[in-house]
């Protein structure tokens, strides 16, 4: 069974902070999302990496990707108040269909 | 980015009774997903759906589920006999093509009592 693991689960942390969320995936992939969910919203897409090397970035926020460690990072730098969410990857499994399969989530709270 | 509508955005429904969920894609896609979240939990895929079939199906997707596109737009999902574990957040997700980056709907918001 494929498995999708975030950690840490919660995260609390001081605005103007850095820190880095870890998506570790159990089976062979090169596509990676992240997503950004608010409480009783829906997802929304962050970054999508298609390589091994692929590095994303999107204001405070930066993505990358390593398939031979099968692993995943979002970084944060400078935390606001704003980032306060849930934040999920999602690994695309080549040739089993094309369903997601996503990561138990990393609740942030970005404290003032 | 592709806008998705999903209707109604809160249903609560006895136990036992049958329930119909709506995806409708703004634009021209021909992938489709459904999704489930439980509370406080991770998303959980459904189903997928393409070229008026069924691609795809998790071991939640059993029988009592089932998912058409009746008239070429609605997207749907059916649940016929709902279950207190049914209650979740149920989302739709729609792809331009297979392994493609999904985008998905606000959600619908079932509460099974």
């Known amino acids: 069974e494929l498995k999708v693991e975030q950690n840490p689960l919660f995260l609390s942390m001081q605005e103007g902070k850095n820190y880095t969320i870890y998506c570790n995936y159990s089976t062979t992939s090169d596509r990676l999302y992240w997503y950004r969910q608010d409480p009783g919203k829906s997802l929304e897409s962050l970054f999508v990496l ?39 990857c999602a690994v695309d499994v080549l040739n089993t269909g094309n369903q997601f399969y996503f990561g138990t989530g990393t609740s942030l709270t970005v404290i003032p | 980015e592709p806008e998705v509508t999903q209707t109604p955005s809160h249903q609560v429904t006895q136990m036992g009774q049958e329930v119909i969920l709506r995806c409708v894609p703004i634009s021209n896609h021909l992938y489709f997903y459904w999704y489930r979240q439980i509370l406080g939990q991770k998303v959980e895929f459904l189903v997928s759906f393409y070229n008026n079939e069924i691609s795809e199906k998790s071991e939640i997707f059993d029988d009592q589920f089932s998912v058409e596109r009746p008239d070429g737009s609605n997207f749907t999902l059916k649940i016929r006999s ?32």
């Open chain 1, 50 to 88: 298609l390589s091994n090397g692929a590095v994303k970035q999107e204001g405070r926020l930066m993505a990358s990707l390593d398939t031979k460690a099968r692993l995943s990072t979002l970084h944060i730098t400078a935390a606001v108040h704003d980032l306060s969410a849930t934040y999920f």
């Open chain 2, 82 to 113: 709902t279950k207190l574990e049914d209650s979740a957040m149920y989302f739709c997700a729609i792809a331009s093509g297979r392994n493609a980056e999904q985008y998905f709907g606000p959600g619908t918001r079932l509460t099974v009592t």
